[in-house]
């Protein structure tokens, strides 16, 4: 027995012959749609992880310019943010946005 040597590669695509009309039509394909996204959940969350530790970094490191140098940093980890979590409304990602206030006349 030995290794087979190379790259490992993973499927990270979502699986195929899933139908959001109709989703337990086929419950194999069901699961893998939300194991699929379970997956890409934590990896989102994974991501804002590290750009928070990224922010935290350059808030010790620039002191009282922080407000200038980490400006990109606040934006990005704002934009990793927003629509991720395990929140129980069940709400579109691009739904969870700063709330506009309605136009009063």
């Given at each position: 027995m030995g290794r087979k040597k190379g790259t490992v590669e993973?499927?990270?695509?979502?699986?195929?012959?899933y139908d959001p009309e109709n989703p337990y039509k086929d419950p194999v394909v069901y699961?893998?749609?939300r194991e699929y996204q379970v997956r890409e959940k934590w990896i989102d969350i994974e991501k804002a992880k590290i750009l928070r530790e990224k922010?935290?970094?350059?808030?010790?490191?620039?002191?009282?310019?922080?407000?200038?140098?980490?400006?990109h940093l606040v934006?990005?980890?704002?934009?990793?943010?927003?629509?991720?979590?395990?929140?129980?409304?069940?709400?579109?990602?691009?739904?969870?946005?700063p709330k506009v206030e309605a136009e009063s006349e």
């Open positions: 993973f499927d990270e695509s979502p699986p195929d012959g699961f893998d749609m922010l935290k970094w350059c808030y010790r490191i620039e002191g009282v310019n922080h407000l200038q140098k980490c400006r934006q990005q980890y704002l934009d990793a943010t927003r629509g991720i979590g395990w929140g129980k409304d069940g709400r579109h990602p691009s739904l969870h946005g």
